[in-house]
T-cell receptor, first 113, second 112 residues
Framework: DTGVSQDPRHKITKRGQNVTFRCDPI?????LYWYRQTLGQGPEFLTY????????KSRLLSDRFSAERPKGSFSTLEIQRTEQGDSAMYLC???????????FGPGTRLTVT | LAKTTQPISMDSYEGQEVNITCSHN???????ITWYQQFPSQGPRFIIQ???TKVTNEVASLFIPADRKSSTLSLPRVSLSDTAVYYC?????????????FGTGTRLTVIP
């Protein structure tokens, strides 16, 4: 399977704990995006990388959120001191440079208790 | 940032053609119109994209009038497997990912 993969698929954590999600994009794609989606809403943009450079961040990305893409391959999204409001589906997508079409992964569903 | 307005939900019988219209009154000159499909517990999937007039692929057609203030996604002869949420997006995504706004989408239910 050469699609976008995300790990884990589900994560349950207690409030105040740190969590880290991983995204493996399609290998030849330079661009990588993170989104958050809550029930009944469309995905909300969080941040985007061009290779290893983080080029844009949404205002939704508070100081507790950090994303990295070392070596321009896989990416991690870390949430520190999780809050119940962080419960959502976290989606990763990738695309070639200068392409409109984004390929989404299956998402990581986070539940903060 | 050009936001979009779509119907919240639509129902259709199997075999019918479904047209979902999206309003984007503030669309900019550089903006393209893109539609995605999302099934429950899956990430969105690209369906079609256009700038003006009509675009057709193996899945759908996209109609865009001359003023580009709206667009219509047309799904021919829908089946039960087309039940999903459909999102209309407007933005110049190759130059700025922050311009992509999914909104709440249109929940299409195909009835047997």
């Amino acid at each position: 399977d050469t699609g976008v993969s995300q790990d884990p698929r589900h994560k349950i954590t207690k409030r105040g704990q740190n969590v880290t999600f991983r995204c493996d994009p399609i290998s030849e794609h330079n661009r990588l995006y993170w989104y958050r989606q809550t029930l009944g809403q469309g995905p909300e943009f969080l941040t985007y990388f061009q290779n290893e450079a983080q080029l844009e961040k949404s205002r939704l990305l508070s100081d507790r959120f950090s994303a990295e893409r070392p070596k321009g391959s896989f990416s991690t999204l870390e949430i520190q001191r999780t809050e119940q409001g962080d419960s959502a589906m976290y989606l990763c997508a990738s695309s070639p440079t200068l392409a409109y079409e984004q390929y989404f992964g299956p998402g990581t569903r986070l539940t903060v208790t | 940032l050009a936001k979009t307005t779509q119907p919240i939900s639509m129902d259709s019988y199997e075999g019918q053609e479904v047209n979902i219209t999206c309003s984007h009154n503030n669309i900019a000159t550089n903006d393209y119109i893109t539609w995605y499909q999302q099934f429950p517990s899956q990430g969105p999937r690209f369906i079609i994209q256009g700038y003006k007039t009509k675009v057709t692929n193996e899945v759908a057609s996209l109609f865009i009038p001359a003023d580009r203030k709206s667009s219509t996604l047309s799904l021919p002869r829908v089946s039960l497997s087309d039940t999903a949420v459909y999102y209309c997006l407007v933005g110049d995504s190759p130059t700025g990912a922050n311009n992509l706004f999914f909104g709440t989408g249109t929940r299409l239910t195909v009835i047997p």
